[in-house]
């Protein structure tokens, strides 16, 4: 499984972005998704994810009501919608899979294929 993320940019406060998670290599509707994130000098933590089938959804607390996952299998391709961002969103953001489960929650470990990441800067 190949993931490739892109979206990522410079954005000012209350802006918007939308990040992409391109699958390839084994049908992306066979698995969970997520997307985690890695500021400077912070370890990389749970954004969202989203279930094989897109039915069951979980957000970390601080991106609750601002981000949206969502998936079209048919496309191969997972998004993240970034809503009302705020300087403290900037990192690296990250698409993975748990290519062995239909959900991978929220922990790093449940995830056995990563992208390159993708980097959001946001601006006051």
């Known amino acids: 499984v190949q993931l490739q993320a892109s979206g990522g940019g410079l954005v000012q406060a209350r802006g918007s972005l939308r990040l992409s998670c391109a699958v390839s290599?084994?049908?992306?509707?066979?698995?969970?998704m997520g997307w985690f994130r890695q500021a400077p000098g912070k370890e990389r933590e749970f954004v969202a994810a989203?279930?094989?089938?897109?039915?069951?959804?979980d957000y970390v607390d601080s991106v609750k009501g601002r981000f949206t996952i969502s998936r079209d299998n048919a496309k191969n391709t997972v998004y993240l919608q970034m809503n009302s961002l705020k300087p403290e969103d900037t990192a690296v953001y990250y698409c993975?899979?748990?290519?062995?489960?239909?959900?991978?929650?929220?922990?790093?470990?449940?995830?056995?294929?990563w992208g390159q990441g993708t980097l959001v800067t946001v601006s006051s």
């Open positions: 989203i279930s094989r089938g897109g039915g069951i959804l």
């Open positions: 993975a899979a748990a290519t062995g489960s239909s959900w991978g929650g929220t922990g790093r470990r449940s995830y056995d294929s």
């Open positions: 290599g084994r049908t992306a509707s066979s698995y969970g």
